[in-house]
């Protein structure tokens, strides 16, 4: 083998190794060490980072990409699963962020979770959580991939029920995995589709083998499977309720795993997907839906998670809106840069909510600005880099999708959609700071308000990088296989800015309204649109489950199984025979003249059947 | 084949003459003897894939993983029923011993039959030791009435099968397994044959169960002890699945069109079992229902005929084995401690009991197919065939895994997470044989995932 290829590989495989060592240190007998989570986790999930810069440094000068197959784990009559890990230029380009990314929140959780008893488990389910992302990330056929796929979903699970004696974390980590068992069903579809026209899972064989396939049902299958893990509309009730779990844990799940897994899914998938133009279509109306309804429910919220939350879920509404754009580069870009800010509002919002002893309504806080001063410049950097501020990360991918939504023919609604969903981003963001950072405290006088432990700065510093320089970086580094339309008339090139601060102005003038007020209270029927998001929870946490839990009741256990198959069956046969057994146990009372009676009967019978 | 047929049998003598104190450990070591033994059966090296021992004993790619799980089953079955026997006379457990013993027996020889008619007899054989397990030493006084619904069940259901199989001995003239499959098929009448067809699979089709013919597996798993519950839902099921594959070969031009009520019925029982799940509060009801669910699937992949849905099929019988054996220990375990089977009674066990919360999590991560287990590879392999035979049975099976996920992690949820009630709070702490009989359990259905090929039956390459 080629020495580079050896080291790419080797490399890679080699910052597995160890991510897995801390894990598999805690399968010996001996108890972990209290600071088993800071030296052992955290310093792996460094060191991997430092490891994947290798093969990210040989990726950006010779461009290589490769594929390791180890390993031929299953060969069925027809089809071969191999272990096999893809290093193309998405895995090798979000490896590294990922990783950057997981260091600082776990750097950030050792401070957050440091009074929790259980932290090494804590830090044992994220580690294991991120292993299962980059799994899913890197794997080369679609068999490896939902090992990742369900790896994070059920971690997501444990870590969002992490504080289980709450029956809402448990609530929210059911609610999680139910959501994408719904997605999981389009993926096995998708799987159980191409194991029987293609008869691959293998990801290259696939894009050459179904050149000409209609792709139509499997394409569905995936944009499910999204639908689910990413929180696109329809099945998005599951993200704002996992604000139940631990912040670290909402940070890593929104920023770099889990939620991102189902647009990654189709990223990967759409060499299958550029000529089908239905599924682009779907993908684009789902995409602008979601990024318009839930930056409509982020307008409202008062929890800080929440309004992060539905930002994260309107950001994935905009990524998959990019995917239906056949863009899948940008996409993916948008993923990369929205990692690094994502991860930094949570991290943000934990510090915030610490110091203000888990107070977490924006109502109640205000003033940080004097107080924390460093949160609250993390916590605005992070807002406008979410804004698409110019030159900041968010704007090099978020404004190249606009363009490139811009310059396309698509249909009007889902641009028009995606444009207000933009200005709604620019509005909740500026509320967010508006309420958090500016304008005098509200909270309790003695709030124990300090962020000055290395372990709260540092990961923030990084982060506040991230956000900074990650999308130029990110930028100046891809190539974009599709080249970008430059020429475009001056409105449609401001579009994106000019949306944003017409938000950024009606919001402004929105707030006067109230703080001077002009008009005291909101417009009731919108507001309550959005506070109690769209009614969707209401009618479909209520209906859905009613309705199989009374199937499962009246109609399987109580109609079929207790009353129609017991009595046409083992009851029915019972019954039937009780009568003629005690007829005839009855008429054997010891009268001899029934005796002879029968005996008589019976000999006549004989005679007349034998004579005849 | 002998090596462990002898050995079995002498788990009786061996059950009797030893000393009292060391009865249990020897059984246990004994039994575990003649599993690990069993195991270098997998290792199969013939070409026709038929390592017989004479005419009518012999092994194959199909039954080997079957026989190497039921030898695996019997010390499990010992190291679960150990503790709820301790107050009970020595006599009574030796016999307790000797009837699971027995039982081994029996299954063996009807894994290992090369015969149908000894296939058949051993068959109904394995019912005996059952019914005494599951009416002598069951808890309460519906064991019998549970009793009566398993033997009539099984009973009725497999007469047929012995006129079918004498017909077809009649007509063929040979019942052996090695021959079969190039005989001239069976030619009767258009009428008769759909008769001598039904004949053949109700027998199995009622043992798997069958949704419509499996209200004698809740009863009975639900009034069993623990070893019963363990043999039924990990070896006693997979007879029917296995004696089904057996028998698909002879049924072949007819079954193309008989199957379709059959496949109808045990999709639709997977949802329908599984929305029983999700409303009981009954822990061994439960797992007894996931258990009709999970052979739903198992049917639908055996009557398709393809070599996924067989393939499919057998690894979703050991794995499924492996899983609900180790719920119903798990359910045994809280049984030991709140003499209850009520869900609502033992909840928020992860604080008095953490460890055992580990082996709740993976089960349940088992019974719920996740991968990489083999559940899932089984599961995922029995989708696509069915898939491949209609695409609208994906909605079946489809919201048959949603409903799987929910009352797995339901029932996770409710014993483990949430606060400990007031009651419970002077619990025994769990014991290590609990811990050993969980891991042995769990840890080979881990170890499959690295060479699920060994239980690929005719198709492993």
Redesign the interface.
Known sequence: MHPTTLMYTSSLLLMFAVLLYPLLVTFTSLPLNNDWASSHAKTAVKSAFLISLAPLSLFLSTGMEAVTSSWT?????TLDITLSFKFDHYSIIFIPIALYVTWSILEFATWYMHSDPLMNRFFKYLLTFLVAMLILVSANNL?QL??G???VG?MS?LLI?WW??R?DA?TA??QA??YN??G??GL??G???L??NVNSWDIQQMFILSKNLDMT?PLLGLILAATGKSAQFGLHPWLPAAMEGPTPVSALLHSSTMVVAGIFLLIRMSPLMENNQTALTLCLCLGALTTMFTATCALTQNDIKKIVAFSTSSQLGLMMVTIGLNQPQLAFLHICTHAFFKAMLFLCSGSVIHSLNDEQDIRKMGGLHHLAPFTSSCLTVGSLALTGTPFLAGFFSKDAIIEALNTSHVNAWALTLTLIATSFTAIYSLRVIFFVTMGTPRFLPLSPINENNPAVINPLKRLAWGSIFGGLLVMLNINLFKTPVLTMPAELKLAALAVSILGLLTALELATLTSKQFKVTPLRTPHHFSTSLGFVPAIIHRQIPQL??L???K???QM??QTW??KT??KAIANATTPLASATSNMQQGLIKTYLTLFLMTLVLVTLISTT | MLKILIPTLFLLPTTWLTSSKWLWPTALTQSMLIALGSITWLNNTTDTGWTALNSYIGTDPLSTPLLVLSCWLLPLMLLASQNHLSSEPINRQRMYITLLATLQLFLILAFGATEMIMFYVMFEATLIPTLLVITRWGNQTERLNAGT?FL??TLAGSLPLLVALLMLQNNTGTLSLLIIPYAKPLLLMPFGSKIWWAACMIAFLVKMPLY?MH?WLPKAHVEAPVAGSMVLAAVLLKLGGYGMMRLMIVLDPLSKEMVYPFIVLALWGVI??G?????QTDLKSLIAYSSVSHMGLVAGGILIQT??GF?GALILMIAHGLASSALFCLANTNYERTHSRTMLLAR?L?IALPLMTTWWFIAS?ANLA???LPN??GE??I??SL??WS?WT?ILT??G???T??YS??MF?MS????LPQHMLALPPSYTREHLLMALHLIPLLLIILK??LL?GW?A?
Do not use: K
């Open positions: 784990w299953m060969v069925t009559t068999f939902f090992i796929w369900e790896g059920i699970f029920g289980h004696g029956a448990n980590a059911l995995v139910l068992r719904v999981d069903i096995i579809l799987m159980a589709w194991a029987t049902l199989s839990l199937l499962g009741q109609i399987a256990s079929v199984d198959l017991e069956g083992p | 619904y009539f069940y419509g209200l329908m079992t929305s029983i799940c999700l409303r070599p996924w393939t928020g992860q991560l996740l991968p990489p899932l590879m995922l392999m989708l696509t898939f491949n695409a994906l489809g919201i895994t949603l409903i996920a929910a992690l339901y949820l483990q997470r949430g606060p699920p090929a690929w198709f390459c």
